[in-house]
């Protein structure tokens, strides 16, 4: 099982950026796929999540994130994307993204939960 997250970049505030993980190993009919993000010297924080499942999925967004962010999955890709909007300072961060078999992580603590990590992508905001 492979994640490989990218995307990242530099962006001034009110800006978006992309983050895309694609998932090798796995299908995303099985696994749910979550976002997890770390600021330096703080916790990481589990920011977003989709649900596995042959639909659109089942989607969970941490109150800071709300709003502004989106999350998505394409099976044929077996890809998930992380739309994120009007960026903020605070969205500063190393993105990783997670992966646990089942139906999904409908909480930041359980986005932290998941068993199978890639390695970040680094995203800043700052004008």
């Known amino acids: 099982l492979q994640l490989q997250a990218c995307g990242g970049g530099l962006v001034q505030p009110g800006g978006s950026l992309t983050l895309s993980c694609a998932a090798s190993?796995?299908?995303?009919?099985?696994?749910?796929i979550g976002w997890a993000r770390q600021a330096p010297g703080k916790l990481r924080e589990g920011v977003s999540s989709i649900s596995s499942g042959s639909g659109k999925g089942s989607t969970y967004y941490a109150d800071s994130v709300k709003g502004r962010f989106t999350i998505s999955k394409d099976r044929a890709k077996n890809t998930v994307y992380l739309q994120m909007d009007n960026l903020k300072v605070e969205d500063t961060g190393v993105y990783y993204c997670?992966?646990?078999?089942?139906?999904?992580?409908?909480?930041?603590?359980?986005?932290?939960?998941?068993?199978?990590w890639g390695k970040g992508t680094q995203v800043t905001v700052s004008s």
């Open positions: 997670a992966s646990d078999i089942g139906m999904g992580a409908p909480s930041s603590a359980a986005i932290l939960g998941m068993d199978y």
């Open positions: 190993g796995i299908s995303l009919d099985s696994y749910a």
